[in-house]
């Protein structure tokens, strides 16, 4: 399986932006890129995806090199509330006639913001 | 709208003790994911269903662990004669539609305490 490697922890000033890396130097052509994170005691929350172009949404954009073997998930504006662990994950295709493939989670980025 | 819920919260068994967790997901959500959170680590894969059949159970850690979805909705992880390394967060996740794009969403877990 295609595994990422992620800094193990980060800091941010709050109204900054902070920007989260991740290799995946073994992706695979066919590999989504997602993105997850983790609040304390709660349950990870899907952030973002993407294949190959840099992807927006409302909580976050996804930057993705053209050899695909990284990608950086950028928050504009950090809040406090953005503290957690960051996952990047690759996108294990399991093919059951549909495609359909687990989260094969890495320990993540522990994300600090600092008021 | 309803998220994926998890009950028991918290459970707390002595060494020996079966036990199961539920797990309701979002109405309507084909795939079912069940995950194992140690202390510190990120989730790892226990087993998947598509609607009512188990299709992957090769990250149950033993023959002590059985997960069922019978009608294709709620799913039930069994734990028999539990032993201390169970301790951990049992997390739910379910999914729209099986493929690589379809993000999960996790319940918050039920924290499992083996004395």
Known sequence: DAKTTQPNSMESNEEEPVHLPCNHSTISGTDYIHWYRQLPSQGPEYVIHGLTSNVNNRMASLAIAEDRKSSTLILHRATLRDAAVYYCILRDRLDYGGSQGNLIFGKGTKLSVKP | ?115
């Open chain 2, 1 to 115: 709208g309803a998220g994926v819920s998890q009950s028991p919260r918290y459970k707390v068994a002595k060494r020996g003790q079966d036990v199961a967790l539920r797990c309701d997901p979002i109405s309507g959500h084909v795939s079912l994911f069940w995950y194992q959170q140690a202390l510190g680590q990120g989730p790892e894969f226990l087993t998947y269903f598509q609607n009512e059949a188990q299709l992957d159970k090769s990250g149950l850690p033993s023959d002590r662990f059985f997960a069922e979805r019978p009608e294709g909705s709620v799913s039930t992880l069994k734990i028999q004669r539990t032993q201390q390394e169970d301790s951990a967060v049992y997390l739910c996740a379910s999914s729209l539609a099986q493929g690589q794009a379809s993000p999960l969403h996790f319940g918050n877990g039920t924290r499992l305490t083996v004395t």
